[in-house]
């Protein structure tokens, strides 16, 4: 098997735990993996504002609140407007999304960042380049994205934004 043949397999792998994970996230949560990030942000945070979500997981302010949108109809979040400056609007957990945000399974980075962790700084660099490189010959480093490994709510989020 040629190299170019195995790196492809090795793509392809990736791109299924990917799903696979995304999927029974989604079946045992309800939620997407840029939900639950989302989430766990403004747990972590307390109120939050979009931009300042947006920022915190390296996605489009059109995308975040897409997300929001739809966690706030799900009743998992709310959104209060400031009292003295109406532009800006702060985003809590309702007491259903902190119950939610309890009883979700892990985001499948918080064990790939565990082992990358364990890697040597040098294995690290290495490994980096490499992947930028993919995304480069991918056409896919300009592409809006979060360090969540997801792929659910990227392709709706997508779709939409393309309408």
């Known amino acids: 098997m040629q190299t ?3 790196v492809l397999i090795a793509l392809r792998q990736i791109i299924r735990a990917i799903d ?8 045992e949560s309800g939620l997407t993996g840029p939900q639950l990030l989302i989430m766990q942000i403004i747990h972590e945070e307390g109120p939050v504002t979009s931009g300042v979500l947006a920022r915190s ?8 609140t897409t ?7 799900k009743t998992y979040l709310t959104r209060e407007r400031d009292s003295k400056d109406k532009r800006k609007v702060w985003i809590n ?10 009883s979700a399974p892990a985001l499948l980075q918080e064990s790939f960042v565990k082992s990358f962790g364990e890697m040597k ?9 490499s992947l930028q490189r993919i995304a480069s010959m991918m056409q ?3 592409l809006d994205a979060s360090p969540v490994l997801d792929s659910s709510e990227e392709r709706l989020v997508n779709v939409e934004e393309s309408k």
Request: avoid cysteine; charge should be negative.
């Open 93 to 102: 957990l309702s007491d259903t999304g902190k119950q939610v945000l309890k």
């Open 20 to 27: 696979l994970h995304s999927k029974k996230l989604e079946r």
């Open 121 to 129: 700084e040098w294995e690290q660099s290495l490994l980096l380049s």
């Open 140 to 142: 896919a480093s300009d």
């Open 67 to 73: 997300i929001l949108d739809r966690l706030e109809k």
């Open 57 to 64: 997981v390296s996605l489009s302010q059109a995308t975040v």
């Open 4 to 6: 170019h043949d195995q």
